[in-house]
């Protein structure tokens, strides 16, 4: 084959630090519109970006010219300076240093669009640490808990 055609989608998860509430309503939109602006200047525009108080859900569609590590970096870094400096102005404010990522097949994209759509709804019901643990169940990831939260 002449040419690369690739189509990876994916689900990242990741928290503020320590799981704090520092993601408020007014800031949210903004915020995953700036997110969404990294995604696509690395060449891996996202789908749909979404989350709550401690946490955000990406879909989006992985390039072939970076490492998943890479743009998630990218996304992290960038997004927590925008928060430190426009969105929230906290100097405190710090992503998580990990992340889940998943792979999502073409069939599976309007269910977890859903899913990413209804965060808030969906958080009524569990907590993060509920939701990453079922996320990661479910696709089979092992983990140890000891590692998992900071």
Same mark, same amino acid.
């Given at each position: 084959?002449?040419?690369?055609?690739?189509?990876?989608?994916?689900?990242?998860v990741f928290s503020t630090?320590?799981?704090?509430?520092?993601?408020?309503?007014?800031?949210?939109?903004?915020?995953?519109?700036?997110?969404? $602006?990294?995604?696509?200047?690395?060449?891996?525009?996202?789908?749909?970006? $979404? $989350?709550?108080?401690?946490?955000?859900?990406?879909?989006?569609?992985?390039?072939?010219?970076?490492?998943?590590?890479?743009?998630?970096?990218?996304?992290?870094?960038?997004?927590?300076?925008?928060?430190?400096?426009?969105?929230?102005?906290?100097?405190?404010?710090?992503?998580?240093?990990?992340?889940?990522?998943?792979?999502v097949s073409e069939s599976?994209?309007?269910?977890?669009?859903?899913?990413?759509?209804?965060?808030?709804?969906?958080?009524?019901?569990?907590?993060?640490?509920?939701?990453?643990?079922?996320?990661?169940?479910?696709?089979?990831?092992?983990?140890?808990?000891r590692y998992v939260w900071?």
């Amino acid at each position: 084959m002449p040419q690369s055609l690739i189509k990876n989608l994916v689900h990242l998860v990741f928290s503020t630090k320590h799981r704090r509430p520092w993601l408020p309503d007014d800031v949210r939109e903004s915020l995953f519109g700036y997110q969404a $602006g990294i995604f696509k200047q690395w060449e891996s525009p996202a789908l749909v970006i $979404g $989350g709550v108080e401690d946490h955000v859900h990406a879909l989006f569609s992985l390039t072939k010219n970076h490492a998943l590590k890479k743009i998630v970096e990218e996304v992290k870094k960038g997004s927590s300076k925008w928060m430190k400096t426009d969105g929230t102005k906290n100097r405190e404010f710090h992503w998580q240093n990990g992340y889940a990522a998943f792979s999502v097949s073409e069939s599976n994209v309007p269910e977890v669009r859903r899913y990413i759509e209804n965060q808030r709804e969906h958080h009524r019901k569990l907590t993060f640490e509920e939701e990453v643990r079922a996320l990661l169940t479910r696709h089979g990831v092992e983990f140890d808990e000891r590692y998992v939260w900071d």
